[in-house]
Antibody, heavy 129, light 108 residues
Framework: QLQLQQSGPGVVKPSQTLSITCVIS??????????WNWIRKSPSRGLEWLGRTYFRSQWHHEYAESLRSRISISSDSSKNQFSLQVNSVTVEDTGVYYC???????????????????WGQGTTVTVSS | EIVLTQSPDTLSLSPGERATLSCRASQSVNSIHLAWYQQRPGQAPRRLIY???DRATGIPDRFSGSGSGTDFTLTISRLEPEDFAVYYCQQYGSSPLTFGGGTKVEMK
């Protein structure tokens, strides 16, 4: 059964770096059909997609425009996990962070995506000095 | 970026009643790339519907999705106590993936 287990600090000081890791069991980060996403929830912005990583012959990374200058998503096939880093955090980065799989099934040469089907448990991050 | 607007913000209903939630997109969305999620307090979102109308595994048949183009609907035919939660629509066909602002279904 696919599970995503998140780990990361709950409190980060302003201007420092937020780092969260999502460990995958029941699938592989290098799957050629899935993509691995980060989403956060905050009172001011609701559910906000932050970015994703996926492997299709090579690694791809996509980021939300609003965070592009401060965000990095990486993957580690040896540990079957992917990670989020947000630099220079402010109080606006306070929220609950989730990792999630965008699942897909292959039909011939095409992929049929079926939404964010599995989520991590969430990591509550507070930016505070 | 595809903007999703959900209405109403809050729906006050009683158990057993029917709930109809709306999601409108700023541009046409391929219906195979539209999903609905339920989020209860303290929990991660849970996928209910994908492809606009396909129920995810284990989701009761009182939940149904419909729509195409820019207008999509989630219907809960008879509300159960555990259905009082926040519901989000989401498109995953183009990057950035986007969510609606959510509709809270609260007990009247």
């Amino acid at each position: 059964q696919l599970q995503l287990q998140q780990s990361g600090p709950g409190v980060v000081k302003p201007s420092q770096t937020l780092s969260i890791t999502c460990v995958i069991s029941g699938d592989t980060v290098s799957s050629t059909s899935a993509s691995w996403n980060w989403i956060r929830k905050s009172p001011s912005r609701g559910l906000e997609w932050l970015g994703r990583t996926y492997f299709r012959s090579q690694w791809h990374h996509e980021y939300a425009e609003s965070l592009r200058s401060r965000i990095s998503i990486s993957s580690d096939s040896s540990k079957n996990q992917f990670s989020l880093q947000v630099n220079s955090v402010t109080v606006e980065d306070t929220g609950v962070y989730y990792c999630a799989r965008l699942g897909a099934a292959a039909y011939g040469s095409k992929l049929y995506y079926y939404g964010l089907d599995v989520w991590g448990q969430g990591t509550t991050v507070t930016v505070s000095s | 970026e595809i903007v999703l607007t959900q209405s109403p913000d809050t729906l006050s209903l009683s158990p057993g009643e029917r709930a109809t939630l709306s999601c409108r997109a700023s541009q046409s969305v391929n219906s195979i790339h539209l999903a609905w999620y339920q989020q209860r307090p303290g929990q991660a979102p849970r996928r209910l519907i994908y492809g606009a109308s396909d129920r995810a595994t284990g989701i009761p048949d009182r939940f149904s999705g419909s729509g195409s183009g820019t207008d999509f609907t989630l219907t809960i035919s008879r509300l159960e106590p555990e259905d009082f939660a926040v519901y989000y629509c989401q498109q995953y066909g183009s990057s950035p993936l986007t969510f609606g602002g959510g509709t809270k279904v609260e007990m009247k």
